[in-house]
């Protein structure tokens, strides 16, 4: 495989999809549930949702949950025929939507089912999401016994599904524990009721940390693509997700010299500068001003300079041989030396999630299988 300068967007995200089916099998052996219910928000964490949905699919995942009703339409649009729960806010707006696409929403605003039961002609599942302690989107714990029964006496739909968001699960037992406790509270008295709904609430920290609420399905994210959670199966996890680019123009700085917006590297000798096509627009952090580095020739390069909209530059005095086309690794491995999500993350003083869900829409994409690509 070859990046030719001139043919190629300015750089490329492969997915190893041999990689992300390892990762789901870590899920699969960890769990408890009788399922998997993969999160491909966020454009799959930047990874590409639709084909990372139509390999889970392929691998036998038959529930997808995102984030939005267009994450949703985007899927079905692409030709994926799982299951998929919409987990945050869906408006009533929405509803010939849900019903068009056969799509699964949370419910948490009463008018959403109320539309959806005047549009419908059939029986809907959606799923109740019940707030226990992230106090953001759910239905408060106080409130949840009379939201759900007036739910319930809406003709056209069914309750098929509970579920709740932990909001320390790699760090704080005792809080993971008062959630959870709370959840199997709401839960106890919706059964009572005579209803049976599928169960899910644990993330990809909860999936490794806390087994005993795997419930029905558990919800991983993050470690699908082999990122580690903080939990005993990180060195088990597979980054799926290398990113490369190219040198695309050389520079010589003689002393007393700057580069870039600001001037906020100056040479005090001679240096050889490489220029490399991606910049903060393509989801380079801003924040590695003169700071990181990418590996070029199996050896460090650090960046010198403000990170610009569409390029940035790397110090290459001491890497022999650089040339105009070659590799950059911005993400992944060449020779001994990696540069990991969390390498970055670490630097910039931010989450691997940020960095993943930053990637941008000028990067090429290209999924590997057992050694054939694909470009998409």
């Not at 492969?14 to 928000?41: E, F, H, P, T, W």
């Not at 600001?262 to 627009?281: H, N, S």
Request: proline content about 4%; charged content about 20%.
């Amino acid at each position: 495989m070859s990046l030719a300068p001139e043919k190629t967007l300015p750089s490329l995200a492969v997915i190893n999809l041999d990689k992300l089916s390892s990762n789901l099998g870590v899920v699969r052996r960890m769990s408890q549930a009788k399922g998997v219910m993969a999160v491909v928000k966020a454009n799959a964490y930047g990874h590409g949702a639709v084909a990372i949905a139509q390999t889970l699919v392929r691998l036998g995942v038959e529930h997808l949950a995102v984030q939005t009703p267009e994450e949703a339409i985007q899927l079905r649009q692409g030709g994926v025929v799982a299951k998929i729960l919409i987990l945050g806010y869906t408006h009533a707006a929405y509803g010939s939507d849900i019903l068009h696409y056969n799509l699964t929403p949370t419910i948490f605003d009463y008018q959403l089912a109320v539309e959806i039961n005047h549009l419908s002609s059939k029986i809907v599942p959606v799923h109740i999401k019940i707030d226990t302690g992230m106090s953001w989107a759910g239905i408060a714990v106080k409130d949840a016994l009379p939201f759900i029964k007036s739910v319930m006496k809406l003709e056209r739909i069914k309750i098929a599904g509970l579920f709740t968001h932990f909001a320390a699960a790699d760090s704080n037992p005792d809080y993971t524990n008062e959630q959870a406790e709370k959840f199997l509270r709401v839960v106890g008295e919706v059964q009572g009721f005579g209803l049976k709904p599928i169960l899910h609430a644990a993330n990809s920290a909860a999936v490794m940390n806390h087994p005993k609420y795997h419930f029905d399905y558990v919800r991983p994210g993050l470690m699908l693509y082999g990122v580690p959670v903080g939990g005993s199966a990180d060195s088990m996890l597979l980054p799926i997700l290398s990113w490369q680019s190219v040198v695309c123009d050389m520079k010589v700085l003689n002393p007393g010299e700057s580069v870039g917006y600001g001037c906020t590297f100056v040479a005090q000798t001679t240096r050889v500068i490489a220029i490399i096509p991606v910049g903060y627009a393509d989801g380079w952090k801003w924040q590695l001003e003169n700071d990181g580095y990418v590996i070029i020739k199996g050896q460090k390069a650090m960046i010198v300079g403000r990170i610009c909209m569409d390029q940035f530059m790397v110090d290459v005095t001491e890497i022999q041989g650089v040339e105009v086309g070659d590799k950059v690794t911005l993400i992944g491995q060449d020779g001994n030396l990696s540069l990991t999500v969390h390498d970055l993350a670490n630097i910039v003083c931010t989450s691997p999630y940020e960095i993943l869900t930053s990637l941008g829409g000028r990067i090429k994409y290209r999924y590997t299988i057992v050694e054939k690509e694909i470009d998409l």
